[in-house]
């Protein structure tokens, strides 16, 4: 399974509009505006990266058998990242799977590739 295809199934809302990226980071865009993309880049660009000993730093973890993979969170709301389970490897305690997510996250959160959109306002 794709990882457009993992986000649709696990983004449930069928209204919510979302923007996927590079290292697997999907933002959901509780209020969308006009232009999602630039507005789910902003929200990443300030809410994507981890300082130590802030909020920031936290995560939660949630196995998905459907997926094959987990779905990280942290302190932002409609921010989650995908970790599969081959990318995972041995690693498969939450914190260990949550660690990796993290960065990910971080790295989506400086390149910024956007690689798809769902946008619901729109179609």
């Given at each position: 399974m794709d990882i457009i295809s993992i986000f649709q199934k696990v983004v449930t809302d069928p209204t919510m509009s979302w923007v996927l990226f590079k290292n697997g980071?999907?933002?959901?865009?509780?209020?969308?505006?006009?232009?999602?993309?630039?507005?789910?880049?902003?929200?990443?660009?300030?809410h994507g990266s981890v300082v130590a000993g802030t909020p920031s730093g936290d995560f939660e973890v949630t196995k998905i058998p459907d997926i094959n993979g987990w779905i990280v969170t942290g302190d932002y709301p409609g921010i989650m990242t995908y970790v599969s389970s081959e990318e995972a490897g041995k690693k498969d305690s939450d914190f260990e799977v949550g660690i990796f997510g993290r960065t990910k996250k971080e790295q989506d959160a400086t390149s910024l590739e956007v690689v798809h959109i769902e946008d619901k306002a729109n179609t």
């Open positions: 980071t999907c933002v959901m865009l509780l209020t969308p505006e006009e232009d999602i993309k630039n507005q789910a880049i902003a929200i990443l660009k300030d």
